[in-house]
């Protein structure tokens, strides 16, 4: 008795059956098995959980993501071990926290003014040895900053590459997407 965005539609009187933690499919009621415990919500609508992909997290952050209907968040520069101690407890099962998404600290070229949540590479060898070591204390993706000078943001583009991970970046300085 939902309704549930499908797509780019929002459907009425749909049921989302759930197996576990997880959702087994969207369908017409009728389709449901008979024996199956429901919960009517009453022609409320459920929407999927939200994403913030730009977040730099606090801990007082966790309850407010929750009551926002966040679900996931992508931490976009912040210290790399408070990160990391960050996504591992968030992120284990039994925690009620949103998915975290770590890129650890912003790889910038030294002209930001997030000097505790970024690291300063003026040169390609230094850009790919930041990515090396974040990788290596396991990062998941790996944010550029405005200040990064093209050398440096190709040598961090293709070291992260390299190791498959996805990167984001503020390119408004040095580096031009269009071109």
């Known amino acids: 008795n939902g309704r ?3 797509g780019d539609a929002l459907r009425d ?7 576990g933690d997880r959702i087994a499919a969207v369908c017409e009621p009728s389709a449901l098995p008979p024996d199956i415990a429901c919960v009517d919500v ?3 609508s459920i ?4 994403i913030d992909v730009h977040t730099h997290s606090e801990e007082w952050h966790l309850p407010l993501f929750l009551a926002h209907g966040v679900t996931s968040v992508r931490d976009t520069g912040c210290d790399l071990e408070v990160a990391l101690d960050r996504r591992e407890r968030w992120n284990q099962p039994d925690v009620v926290a949103p998915r975290f ?6 790889i910038d070229g030294g002209g930001a003014p997030h ?3 970024m690291v300063v590479a003026t040169t390609a060898a230094e850009g790919a040895a930041y990515v090396d070591q974040f990788v290596a204390a396991g990062v998941d993706q ?3 900053y405005a200040w990064l000078d093209w050398p440096a943001f190709e040598a961090v583009l ?3 590459q390299h190791y498959g991970k996805f990167t984001l970046a503020h390119m408004q300085n040095y580096v031009d997407a269009r071109k």
């Not at 009187?13 to 197996?19: P, Q, S, T, Y």
């Not at 929407?47 to 939200?50: M, Q, R, T």
């Not at 998404?101 to 912003?106: A, D, E, N, R």
Request: charged share 20%; net charge positive.
């Open 142 to 144: 790996i944010k550029m």
């Open 42 to 44: 009453g022609g409320r």
């Open 13 to 19: 009187n749909l049921a989302i059956h759930v197996k």
């Open 158 to 160: 293709k070291r992260s």
């Open 4 to 6: 549930v965005f499908i």
């Open 115 to 117: 000097k505790r949540t």
């Open 47 to 50: 929407v999927p959980g939200l």
């Open 101 to 106: 998404v770590c890129c650890g600290p912003l």
